[in-house]
């Protein structure tokens, strides 16, 4: 019956979605489809940690003999959804969907629910939609705790200092429900200090539909940092920035670089960050970056891979939460991977010895 939906859509849907495929998309590859067929759906090449992800997925599913198709929708929500179709089109028997915007996808999995196709999201949270039947993903809430420590770390907090200190935060992309744990993990750390007076936000902007990051650009980040130095720090410092993502804080750097800091006079704020991509572990060892979260990708797609693998066996899923992700319509059954703190004294450690990246990606 899935082949026979499948061949279906494909005549009607041909003529539009030929310039969805190609090159520029992503390929595919693999095996004879006798383990089966699987289609990878990530948000963007821009980010170096999307394309890891993409090709980790792919070769651990064609290493087992699966046949793959990889494409990337370059943050177009419409592009992600007519690549999804195309891949329903094709006959995939499972999805693993990274989205753009988690809202955006009910109709397309509609279209896969149809079909009889298990739909896994990939650390991002498909909303709105009882479509989705798994969920891969770090234990986000705990990704916002561990940056919001960091601060305190670098503070000195940790240690005794007392303050106050100027702070000023930043949000995900609001179209991305990690965006929301990671905020509310940072400010169950960082509310109470701001509430005692040893944190003190001067811009006075918080909560997520104010400090969010749409898309999660650098340039919007950039921006809004130096709107802020200029508007409430001509006579004062900023002292530390709560940035949920490595390319935001990349950005803010920027905007601190141009208003002077990064001197002896005007140290480096302390500023944190997520995913350790490669240019903020460079920024860390050169001092400017404090700290990165570290979510090591070949670990979530190990874990995509052996909810595929348990299913092809007609095995359980193994999961590990399944109360915790909340999609609007249920809990979505989800398996959650632990996370490390990356900073100049264990970045070697983490980063290298671990096979994660090489020396010679980095200057130190």
């Known amino acids: 019956m899935k082949k026979i939906l499948a061949l279906l859509i494909a005549l009607l849907m041909i003529a539009t979605l030929g310039a969805c495929r190609g090159d520029s998309a992503g390929g595919g590859g693999g095996g ?110 705990a990704v916002g705790v561990m940056q ?19 702070i000023e935060l930043f949000g995900g992309s609001p179209d991305d429900n990690n965006a929301f744990f990671f905020y509310d993990g940072a400010m169950s750390v960082l509310q109470p200090l701001i509430d005692d007076g040893t944190l003190i936000v001067r811009s006075g902007q918080m909560g997520m539909d104010v400090v969010g990051t749409l898309g999660w650009a650098a340039e919007r980040a950039q921006s809004r940092m130096e709107d802020l130095l200029t508007a409430f720090y001509s006579d004062a410092r ?17 905007a601190l670089r141009g208003a002077g800091y990064g001197t002896a006079a005007q140290p480096w704020p302390i500023v944190s960050g997520q995913d350790a991509v490669r240019a903020s572990v460079q920024s860390i060892i050169d001092g400017e970056q404090f700290a990165t979260v570290f979510k090591d990708t070949r670990d979530l797609a190990a874990a995509t891979v052996r ?3 348990a299913l092809r ?39 290298i010895e671990t096979g994660y990246y090489s020396a010679d990606e980095f200057t130190f």
Do not use: C, K
């Open 148 to 166: 919001a420590n960091s601060l305190l770390m670098g503070l000195g907090i940790h240690d005794g200092a007392t303050g106050p200190f100027n």
């Open 307 to 309: 909810i595929i693998e």
């Open 238 to 254: 900023v002292d530390a920035v709560l940035s949920p993502y490595d390319g935001l804080s990349l950005g803010i750097i920027s």
């Open 313 to 351: 066996a007609g095995n359980e899923a193994p999961v590990n939460d399944t109360t915790t992700y909340h999609n609007n319509v249920f809990a979505v059954p989800s398996y959650l991977l632990g996370i490390v703190h990356v900073d100049i004294h264990n970045w070697y450690e983490a980063l």
């Open 32 to 141: 004879d489809d006798d383990a089966g067929f699987v289609g990878i759906s990530m948000p963007t090449q821009s980010s170096p940690r999307w394309v890891d992800d993409g090709n980790n997925l792919a070769a651990q599913l064609q290493a087992l003999g699966y046949r793959t198709i990889l494409q990337y929708g370059e943050d177009v929500v419409a592009d992600q959804i007519a690549q999804i179709e195309d891949m329903i089109v094709q006959g995939v028997d499972y999805l693993v969907i990274a989205a753009i915007d988690g809202s955006a996808l009910g109709g397309v999995l509609a279209q896969a629910y149809e079909a009889g196709i298990v739909v896994i999201a990939y650390d991002r949270l498909i909303m709105d939609t009882p479509h989705v039947s798994y969920y891969t993903t770090f234990d986000n809430f």
